[in-house]
């Protein structure tokens, strides 16, 4: 790989993981989030060699064979993804609120969390939702596992 190509170049060409879009260019959007070690970046904005040895994950990570993970399912029962172009980016900032906040998720805090996410369809209700209902779920799913 060149020295200069972005992270978000090398997902979608040579590793055919389409999932975060080229949106913006410009870090604006958020529809090329992806998680880097655990934590949200705008892959349009990170060289390809600084992600090496670390750990990525794309929205195509989130899922198993069998299941979809529990924000995909939660967008899909609120409506969430409209028509899709953002949602790889929101599903990726939301398991970064669910890894950080878990259960004590509220609203400001999930509003805050998505703010460098733009969706022009939803406006916003149903992810907010979706993802508040998800977090919900992983607390009722983590209490009765103990």
């Given at each position: 790989m060149a020295a200069h190509e972005r992270l978000v170049d090398v997902l979608r060409g040579p590793l055919e993981l389409t999932g975060a879009a080229i949106g913006c260019d410009t870090a604006v959007?958020?529809?090329c989030t992806v998680l880097l070690d655990g934590r949200t970046v705008k892959s349009c904005t990170v060289l390809a060699v600084q992600?090496?040895?670390?750990?990525?994950?794309?929205?195509?990570?989130?899922?198993?064979?069998?299941?979809?993970h529990v924000l995909q399912a939660a967008f899909l029962r609120h409506g969430?993804?409209?028509?899709?172009y953002c949602t790889a980016g929101m599903l990726v900032a939301a398991v970064d609120l669910l890894t950080r906040y878990g259960a004590s998720l509220d609203e400001a805090i999930i509003r805050d969390g998505i703010c460098g996410n733009l969706c022009r369809c939803t406006g916003y209700r149903?992810?907010?939702?979706?993802i508040a209902e998800a977090a919900a779920e992983m607390a009722a799913d983590d209490g009765s596992a103990r």
């Open positions: 959007c958020g529809a992600a090496a040895d670390t750990d990525v994950v794309t929205v195509e990570g989130l899922a198993t064979p069998d299941s979809l969430a993804v409209q028509c899709g149903s992810i907010v939702s979706a």
